[in-house]
């Protein structure tokens, strides 16, 4: 999206000293967020040039409006120049007008927004009404039009959203949900999802949780988890889940057509605190992709904090089977003890074999990372990277950022 200089600098303008003039609605108002400024540079993926961009982000809320805490307006979006071909991008993530209590009754926002029920999740320039002022049991109504980003630019949708979703909190931390959710292309009904998800703590040692996604346009589920966490000691979990997905498309699109394998998988997981400056992880899964592919996975992980302001990891994951075999391995640092500065550096190294005839092949990527605070609400921070592996003998990339909280 080319801009006019003129519409740059309002848009400008307005993205950064907007909820400042918020502020003067009422006395009371209160104003918090973030500014952060950034100056990326990377290899364009195309003809493997530098590419460098400058970004800003702003992340800000502006509260008690109405000077009772109930009326909100919260927002977050970016501005991206592209320094070597010459424009401006814009992308607002969300914008939205937020009420809590409206009649006593309902949390209600409007506006862009995030919307996230077991049925599905989207991203809606519209509204969410959330009923919950009846005791443990509330209702959720939410609509709007889909909102999809291109490469660079917000694409024009004609894809709409409408969703509800009852749900019951009770004791012992215990929730339960019954959702339903459809999307439109245009008038044609594109998706049509019912779904629940569910968990709850036993005798302080357990939490089940479990969710189901049915979808009623393809007639099949496309979604299972079931799960239970075991808490035997203070300093000890384990895990044992088991997954299922189906991928299904939206009934618009041609890919709806075309056939696909059910994914199962089964995890085993424990999370280990041996002393007060060492963690463990062990994980093991497998994996079926259906017509005879399998593969199996393992992941071991130490965490070191041998001081309270440093920390070291070590990680190492193997894989083999279908479509490929792997084994990878991570070790990155944390120290926060030099004056201002916080920095961090790690080492990531895989080798891989996609199949017989490529053989194995090897990724490593090398980061360092440091971070300098002006004052408690103003930092400033570098992170620089290289990647080698079969694309690239040199692939440096990194970040500046300049943040300022308020």
Request: proline fraction near 2%; glycine fraction near 10%; charged fraction near 20%.
């Amino acid at each position: 999206m080319r801009l006019s200089t003129r519409y740059r600098c309002v848009l400008v303008a307005l993205f950064l000293i907007g909820p400042v003039f918020a502020a003067k609605l009422a006395s009371a108002v209160t104003i918090e967020g973030r500014s952060s400024t950034q100056f990326i540079w990377y290899n364009d993926i195309i003809d493997g040039s530098k590419q460098y961009d400058l970004s800003q982000y702003l992340l800000a809320s502006v509260n008690n409006i109405d000077g009772n805490e109930k009326f909100s307006v919260k927002g977050y979006g970016k501005l991206d120049y592209d320094l070597k071909n010459g424009y401006l991008n814009s992308r607002l993530y969300y914008l939205y007008a937020d009420y809590k209590g409206f009649l006593n009754a309902a949390d209600v926002k409007l506006g862009r927004q995030f919307i996230n029920l077991s049925a599905g999740s989207a991203l809606v320039d519209g509204i969410e009404a959330d009923v919950n002022r009846i005791g443990p049991v509330g209702f959720v109504v939410t609509g709007g039009r889909d909102v999809i980003f291109g490469e660079e630019t917000e694409l024009s949708s004609h894809l709409y959203v409408a969703g509800a979703q009852a749900y019951y909190m009770g004791p012992r931390m215990a929730y339960i949900d019954l959702s339903y959710l459809r999307t439109y292309d245009d008038s044609a009904i594109a998706r049509d999802i019912i779904a629940s998800s569910y968990k709850q703590y036993f005798f302080d040692l357990l939490k089940g949780y479990a969710s189901v996604r049915y979808d009623l346009t393809a007639e099949t589920f496309n979604e299972v988890l079931v799960g239970l966490k075991y808490f035997p000691t203070l300093n000890l979990m384990l895990t044992g889940e088991y997954y299922q997905s189906y991928p299904t498309f939206d009934s618009t699109s041609i890919y709806s057509v075309f056939a696909v394998d059910r994914f199962n998988e089964y995890i085993a997981r424990m999370d280990y605190t041996l002393a007060a400056w060492v963690d463990i992880s062990l994980a093991g899964s497998h994996e079926d992709f259906g017509e005879g592919g399998h593969a199996q996975l393992y992941e071991v992980g130490l965490r070191f904090r041998p001081t309270i302001n440093t920390t070291i990891g070590v990680f190492h994951d193997k894989r083999w089977g279908y479509p490929g075999d792997l084994s990878g391995y991570k070790i990155y640092g944390d120290y926060g003890a030099i004056g201002k500065w916080k920095v961090s550096g790690g080492i990531d190294y895989d080798v891989y074999e996609r199949d017989d005839m490529t053989g194995q092949q090897t990724a490593k990527k090398y980061w360092a990372a440091g971070r300098y605070f002006f004052s408690k609400k103003i930092s400033g921070s570098v992170r620089v990277e290289d990647n080698v592996n079969v694309n690239y003998s040199k692939d440096l990339q990194g970040r500046a950022t300049f943040d300022v909280d308020f």
